[in-house]
């Protein structure tokens, strides 16, 4: 039967009738009834005239508008503006109904298909299942690809990228991309890269985090290499070994006293090989490693200089030593800045602290009463709570180049 579209659009299709077309359009996505009175709290007169001409009827008076829909059925109908009804009224005016649990379902199900490549790819990897089924769950994947249409080719990219993870021996990122994806640049950035890094924080128990740091060393767990020579760490008198390259360097440059410098590159391919047991000191700054060289030699402890934040580099020579049941004593500045390049260091390795408690602050402040005042935001001292105490109540900065004599002495003493 067919619709009379002008004078529908006269009836219904106006601006003062567009919130019962809405309501009703609503109850109809919702697989609802249209057996029911609809009521609009603080209708104004444009809209009470518009439903008693729908109606009829002279508009009643009172702050709301009721329309018995059953009512205007009945007129559609009757008049033969639209013969099959309401429901049909409605479509023609808006356009076809789907109602929302029928959509919803097909949404899911095409959510389900977009990840149908990743769950095979994890189905074989045990520890990926708890990340794939938040993975699934929550919305990341829904923020990065809005569509599951978008979503389907990036996660059949992850799925094969993930079975290739981790990778031994070791590689560029980018050419891992270029082989994996036909793109090198694929995980530099963007939602592949977001999500590659989140399942191998997974596989390689590396801790969540931002900064370009963090991301690195999260490649590197992976065998993936932003960078294989710029990340380094400085090196005095370590323990090497005749089996590897990286070993045999620090051998020949121990014998002389000279400080070495270890690249990524070397410490992933060719890294040496520690013996077991030892004691290695750690400190934050060059002044003390280049103060040790001058004074002691060959015949300084082990030492380990960061140069600041612990590179990547820095973080897996010091794990190659602990794994061998090394000993780590750590100095850094007694500043809010050193204090969380301790706290960092510490989430990675373990180490105990070299003068660097509470009670070695306070005899530094003793010896230095007029040092600079402390910057940035407080920080915690898990390794001894009160130095964050003393830091707090008495605002100064102690660097690690003031209490450079008593480092000093410590090494020396320690030299055979």
Partial sequence: MTTDLPRLRRLLGAPETAWLIDRIRRRLEAGQPLDTTLTRGGADEAERAAVARLLGRAPRPGRSLSVPLPAVDGVLRD????????????????????????????????????????ADAVADRPELVDWYRELHATGLVRRLARTPEEAAPLLATLARILPRLPLSPPQSLSTFAARTTGDAHALDHGPLATLTLDAVRTLTGTPPGTGADRRRDTWAAAGLLLDELSSQVLVLNLPGDGHTAAGRALAALAAVGQPAVLTL????????????????????????????????????????????????????????YTDAGWTLRYHGDFDWGGVRIATRLLTRVPWTPWRYTADDYLAALTAHPHTGPLAGSAAETPWDPALATELSRAGRRIEEELVLAALLDDLGDLAP
């Fill in 265 to 320: 590159r070397q410490l992933l391919r060719d890294a040496p090989q520690p013996p077991r047991g030892g004691v290695a000191y750690v400190c934050e700054n060059p002044a003390v490693m280049l103060a040790a060289a001058d004074l002691l030699g060959a015949r300084c402890p082990p030492l380990v200089c960061l140069q600041g934040q612990p590179s990547t580099a820095a973080l897996r020579l010091l794990r190659l």
């Fill in 79 to 118: 008049s033969g503006v639209c013969p099959d009804g309401l429901a049909a009224a409605v479509v023609a005016l808006t356009g076809p109904v789907t109602l929302r649990r029928e959509a919803a379902d097909e949404l899911s199900r095409a959510w389900d298909d977009a990840f149908a490549a990743l």
